[in-house]
């Protein structure tokens, strides 16, 4: 299994631009997670999914941040305009139902001038 | 609610020499306790947990966690440490009925040869 796949890894852009950033999990697993991490806050967790439905997303920071999950292989992360605030490396993970552990991709390392 | 706290931004111990990296939790209930490892550029790795049982808990790379209820902790360790187990090492607590993880800051573990 290639674990749990991200991208890009990483990303640059101007203040105002949309970014999408991408995410695949492991085959099979039911649960999947958006973590930010920033050296003041840590890791964030920003919303989850369960079997591609939205079930928590009280740690999306605000309006501009929005994520989808249209079927069980691929979930989006999208930050409409960007700010260079949201500088971070932001992390997809995944689990299967019943097992406590997740797995996390790599991160996308997004830098907003 | 649940919450984790890890007192110490870095530990600094020589190879060879036991280490101990403190964690402590506060949740409604009984808690699941995980240790994940970060190293550079990478995402989280899961190390181990407790979920129930002996409080001793083994897991990867010869790290051990013993939970201890009426402290309200879960220190790791292991007894002789490593230069590659130099990473950033995260606590993180599950309360009974919540389905997502709260991370502590993480701690740096420093091992000089």
């Known amino acids: 299994d290639a674990g749990v796949i991200q991208s890009p890894r990483h990303e640059v852009t101007e203040m105002g631009q949309e970014v999408t950033l991408r995410c695949k999990p492991i085959?099979?697993?039911?649960?999947l997670f958006w973590y930010r991490q920033t050296m003041m806050r840590g890791l964030e967790l920003l919303i989850y999914?369960?079997?591609?439905?939205?079930?928590?997303d009280s740690g999306m920071p605000e309006d501009r941040f929005s994520a989808k999950m249209p079927n069980a292989s691929f979930s989006t992360l999208k930050i409409q305009p960007s700010e260079p605030r949201d500088s971070a490396v932001y992390f997809c993970?995944?689990?299967?139902?019943?097992?406590?552990?997740?797995?996390f991709g790599p991160g996308t390392r997004l830098t907003v001038t | 609610a649940q919450s984790v706290a890890q007192p110490e931004d870095q530990v600094n111990v020589a190879e060879g020499n036991p280490l101990t990296v403190k964690c402590t939790y506060s949740?409604?209930?009984?808690?699941?306790l995980f240790w994940y490892v970060q190293y550079p550029n990478r995402g989280l790795q899961f190390l181990l947990k407790?979920?129930?049982?002996?409080?001793l808990v083994k897991g990867s790379y010869g790290f051990e966690a013993e939970f201890n209820k009426s402290q309200t902790s879960f220190h790791l360790k292991k007894p002789s440490a490593l230069v590659s187990d130099s990473a950033l090492y995260f606590c993180?607590?599950?309360?009974?009925?919540?389905?997502?993880?709260?991370f502590g800051k993480g701690t740096m573990l420093l091992v000089s040869p």
């Open positions: 993970a995944s689990r299967l139902a019943g097992v406590e552990e997740q797995y």
């Open positions: 085959s099979g697993h039911d649960y």
């Open positions: 999914f369960n079997n591609n439905v939205p079930i928590d």
């Open positions: 949740v409604s209930g009984n808690p699941y």
């Open positions: 407790y979920i129930t049982g002996d409080n």
């Open positions: 993180a607590v599950r309360a009974s009925g919540y389905s997502t993880l709260t």
